[in-house]
C-alpha cells in the first residue's frame, strides 16, 4: 500500500504541477487579447473558449492535490468537544460520503466523456473543439479524488487534526 500511496502522490503533484503551468498561459492569453482589443484590432476568436477549458482543467487537476494536502476548508470546533472515538467515527464517515460522491461523478463524467467520444460531436464556439474534451479532466479529477479518500478512508492518512492550540494561543 505503501509504494500505491507513493504512485499517487506523485500522479497528484503531477496533475497540480499541470494546472499551476496553465495559470501563466491564461493570463498570457488575456492580456494579448485584451491588448490587441486596446490597439483597436480583432482578437484571436479562441481565447475565451480556450480559457474557460483550461479553467476547468485547471479546478479538476488541483483538487486531489487540495485533498491530499488538506486544503479544502474543515470546521472541527465541534467537533473537537467529542469523544475520541466519536471523532474518529464521524471522519471515517466523512471520507466514505466523499469517495462515495467522487466515485459517482467519476461515474457520470465518464458516461458523459464516452457519450461524446462516440458522437464525435464538436463544441463551435470561437474554436472547434471535441465536445470530450470538457469532461476528460472531470473524469480524471474524480478518480484522483476518489483515491485520495480511500487512503484516508482505510487510515493511511487523517483529514482532521483536532489540534487547536495554534488556535487557542493566538486568541
Sequence with gaps: MEAFDKALEKAVTALAYVACAVIPVIFTGIVIDVSIRMMGYTPPLFTSSVVEYMLLYIAMFSAPWLVREKGHVAIEAVITQLPAIV????????????????????????????????????????????YWAQFLPMVIGFVFISLEFFMYLIGRRHYYSYDLGEVKDSV
Excluded: H, N
Aim: aromatic share 20%; net charge negative.
Design 87 to 130: 471523532q474518529r467515527f464521524l471522519a471515517k464517515m466523512v471520507y466514505l460520503v466523499c469517495m462515495l460522491a467522487s466515485i459517482l461523478f467519476t461515474y457520470f463524467s465518464w458516461q458523459l466523456f464516452w457519450e461524446a467520444w462516440d458522437s464525435g460531436q464538436l463544441d463551435v464556439r470561437g474554436v472547434d473543439m471535441p
